[in-house]
């Protein structure tokens, strides 16, 4: 039998996680629903986070922060990489549901990638709050996606000086993003690229970063920093024929925008 739990706070959705054993996260629930729906999981507890206070995007200086169960479909329009990464995220229907926790913590898919605005925060160095076995704490999402499961709070990042989002088009992936390369260029002048479309959850480029003055250079060392997968949207070997392309494009629209 499982137990629902509906928390009405931040501090009490942290508090009914606790270490999160037993504990299964609702959020959009538009993958993890239809699993619970199917009788695939049996969750002792179901934590329910729509009330839980964690939607909102607040600015405070050069800092955004984006809260666990902001909908997907808010960040459209926001600079890229993460309005063009978002608006990218299946359809309408699903961006409307679907948050940003729930997205980050999407897990690999079977049959399609997911999880695509990893790349888009991975490009912005953003950081992670969590709470869960330990307390509450503050990580590079880098270091978040390869952490136990955790409830995410929210994801903070620091505008950059510019920002830039390529992906692979493809009519009939009923809107998964085959793959996709997010890029900024921070206010320091570094650059930093990240990729999702990839065998598990997405990653820096950093061979590719060291190569940015040389976009055809760049997109070719990238392939060094990937491991791909086959699945129902594509192939591994499109996805290295097409990641120097999307990488290349990311640095050209980066340097356009100098
Ligand atoms: C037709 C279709 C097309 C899709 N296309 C895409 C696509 O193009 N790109 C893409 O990335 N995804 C896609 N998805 C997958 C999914 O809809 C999105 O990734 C969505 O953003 C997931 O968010 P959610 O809130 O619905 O997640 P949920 O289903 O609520 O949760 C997903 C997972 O994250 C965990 N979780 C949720 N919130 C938290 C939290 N705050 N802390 C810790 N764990 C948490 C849940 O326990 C679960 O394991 C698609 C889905 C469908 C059905």
């Known amino acids: 039998m499982t137990s629902v739990l509906l928390p009405s706070s931040a501090a009490e959705a942290a508090a009914l996680y606790g270490d999160g054993s037993n504990v299964t996260v609702i959020a959009g629930g ?52 993460l309005g063009g990464c978002a608006a990218n995220v299946a359809d309408g229907e699903i961006r409307a549901q679907g948050t940003v926790g729930g ?74 993003t ?18 999702t479309g990839l065998a598990g959850h997405g990653a820096r480029l950093r061979s590719a970063e060291a190569l940015a003055s040389d976009p055809v250079a760049a997109g070719v060392a990238a392939l060094d920093d990937v491991a791909f997968a086959d699945d129902a949207v594509a192939s591994s070997w499109y996805r290295t024929k097409t990641l120097p392309v999307l990488v290349r494009r990311v640095l050209t629209q980066l340097e356009e925008s100098a």
Do not use: W
């Open 178 to 195: 085959v793959l996709a390369v997010s890029g900024c260029r921070a206010q320091d002048g570094t650059i930093r690229l990240a990729a």
């Open 30 to 81: 538009t993958i993890v629903m239809p699993t619970l729906a199917g009788g695939r999981t049996l969750p002792g507890k179901a934590l329910v986070l729509t009330r839980a206070g964690l939607a909102g995007i607040t600015r405070s200086g050069p800092r955004t922060t984006i809260g666990a169960t902001t909908r997907v479909q808010e960040l459209v329009g926001l600079a890229d990489p």
């Open 103 to 176: 997205n980050i913590r999407a897990g690999a898919g079977a049959d399609a990638p997911r999880g695509d605005l990893q790349s888009a925060f991975l490009a912005l160095d953003a950081v992670v709050r969590s709470t869960g076995a330990g307390g509450e704490r503050t990580e590079p999402l880098e270091q978040f996606l390869d952490a136990d499961q955790r409830l995410l709070l929210d994801v903070s990042f620091e505008e950059p000086a510019a920002g830039a989002f390529a992906a692979i088009e493809y009519p009939h992936t009923h809107a998964y």
